[in-house]
T-cell receptor, first 113, second 118 residues
Framework: GEDVEQSLFLSVREGDSSVINCTYT??????LYWYKQEPGAGLQLLTY?????DMKQDQRLTVLLNKKDKHLSLRIADTQTGDSAIYFC?????????????FGAGTRLAVHP | NAGVTQTPKFQVLKTGQSMTLQCAQD?????MSWYRQDPGMGLRLIHY???????DQGEVPNGYNVSRSTTEDFPLRLLSAAPSQTSVYFC?????????????????FGPGTRLTVL
């Protein structure tokens, strides 16, 4: 079945890089996503990567995809206190002819001075 | 655009009560879905709809009903609330929910409804 796994917590010092890891199971996923959830808010799409890409860079964010190992990572350079949030990895999964998103449990990123 | 709106923001129910969580979007999106978020479990899909008049079950549909009479609205009904339904509920919509190849529009999430069942 479909499953997405992430570690639950990550703590980093302000200015350092953060790396959040994720593994997924659906090898036929077309897109893989990173969502950010700030306290008391819904989820916002942070970035996504198409499954035939190895890397995608967007300002301070770098997404790495290892399709062979079904491993996805999100690197945040120069982490700021405003980056403190829960980060969800998600894969798309075709079921009944329609795309659905399968989410991981989320990684809580804490940034301390 | 207001995006995706949900009401109420908070709700406390007693076991056995019924209620409807409202969700509306003004982006003319075809695809709408309901998720519940529980600690350490991420988001789990309850029901989804690929257009007006069409709904289907997600991962955890038991105890919930949905209908989609218009493109804009996708209410979620709890028939007889149970403590296990204490959770945060998110509604989401996306333009492209169909066949593979078009998910870059992504899902827009509402702010959530925090439900407690006593």
């Amino acid at each position: 079945g479909e499953d997405v796994e992430q570690s639950l917590f990550l703590s980093v010092r302000e200015g350092d890089s953060s790396v959040i890891n994720c593994t997924y199971t659906d090898s036929s996923s077309t897109y893989l996503y990173w969502y950010k959830q700030e306290p008391g808010a819904g989820l916002q799409l942070l970035t996504y990567i198409f499954s035939n890409m190895d890397m995608k860079q967007d300002q301070r964010l770098t997404v790495l995809l290892n399709k062979k190992d079904k491993h996805l990572s999100l690197r945040i350079a120069d982490t700021q206190t405003g980056d403190s949030a829960i980060y969800f990895c998600a894969e798309d999964s075709l079921s009944g002819g329609y795309n659905k998103l399968i989410f991981g449990a989320g990684t809580r990123l804490a940034v301390h001075p | 655009n207001a995006g995706v709106t949900q009401t109420p923001k908070f709700q406390v129910l007693k076991t056995g009560q019924s209620m409807t969580l409202q969700c509306a979007q003004d982006m003319n999106h075809e695809y709408m879905s309901w998720y519940r978020q529980d600690p350490g479990m991420g988001l789990r899909l309850i029901h989804y709809s690929v257009g007006a008049g069409i709904t289907d079950q997600g991962e955890v549909p038991n105890g919930y009903n949905v209908s989609r009479s218009t493109t804009e609205d996708f209410p979620l009904r709890l028939l007889s609330a149970a403590p296990s339904q204490t959770s945060v509920y998110f509604c989401a919509s996306t333009r492209a929910g169909g066949a593979r190849g078009g998910h870059t529009d992504t899902q827009y999430f509402g702010p959530g409804t925090r439900l407690t069942v006593l």
